[in-house]
């Protein structure tokens, strides 16, 4: 497929790069021409994403980190001279009993996936103002529809889901979008550890329908929907939460 270059001379952070949809839209974003510097935990991860796509930039360390997240923003639009796009795609998910899922469990998945999104817009949001930049976040279908045995993780996902459309009502006057995408039925690395590690005695027929009778898509089918969110053809969309998932909650 040939690509336009709708994020030429843009500057974007996508965290979660190492793998999945982060990796894949860090990937895109960069071959529309955008200056990428991609975050994550996984070094090597990190590693091998710059091999595909030399010119990525690189950044390893937790964006749920407060420290972390404020030097990386500030180093980043010092470096590229500001900032027009932020993607949030670091994430973990926990599987458990929900009367047996550990405090600690049920808060990884908060502190991860709803305060590194949180933390990142935070401070990319003076930038973003500047340049009337956007933001997309990483909901799920786990936001509005029953996901069992990942109480935590979907209860994360919906808060992600109110905090980027409460997010996008404040800076409707301030010229700065924010939409999440909420994917369902993506081949990715978290999607596959909710196969092989799914909590004992979980019930896999409340499961059923919840996979896509096509199969499940590549990574890439939920970067090309966030490359249109943040870009010009997004620019009618604000405070949007884009379902991606094969039809299964239709």
Request: contains cysteine; charged residues 20%.
């Amino acid at each position: 497929m040939e690509l336009g270059r709708r994020f030429a001379d843009k500057s974007v952070i996508v965290t979660g790069a190492a793998s999945g949809i982060g990796r894949a839209t860090a990937i895109r974003l960069a071959a529309e021409g955008a200056r990428v510097l991609a975050t994550d935990l996984n070094e090597a991860g990190l590693s091998s994403l710059r091999e595909a796509r030399p010119g990525i930039d690189i950044r390893a360390g937790s964006a749920s980190d407060e420290a972390f997240a404020l030097q990386v923003v500030a180093d980043w639009t010092a470096q590229a001279g500001g900032l027009d796009v932020l993607i949030n795609m670091a994430g973990v998910i926990r599987s458990g009993h929900a009367a047996d899922m550990t405090l600690d469990d049920f808060m990884a998945c908060v502190t991860v996936n709803l305060g590194s999104t949180f933390l990142m817009c935070r401070e990319a949001l003076p930038h973003l103002e500047r340049s009337r930049g956007n933001i997309v976040n990483a909901a799920s279908t786990s936001s509005h529809f029953g996901h069992p045995f990942l109480t935590g993780y979907a209860a994360s996902k919906g808060a992600v889901a109110a905090f980027t459309q409460s997010l996008a009502w404040e800076y409707l006057k301030r010229g700065v979008r924010v939409n999440a995408v909420a994917p369902g039925g993506i081949e990715t690395p978290l999607a596959q550890s909710v196969q092989t590690g799914m909590v004992e005695g979980a019930d896999w027929d409340l499961y059923t329908h919840l996979s896509p009778l096509n199969g499940f898509a590549a990574p890439d089918r939920i970067a090309g929907v966030i490359a249109m969110l943040a870009s010009d053809d997004g620019a009618h969309m604000n405070g949007a939460i884009v379902r991606v998932d094969g039809g299964v909650h239709a």
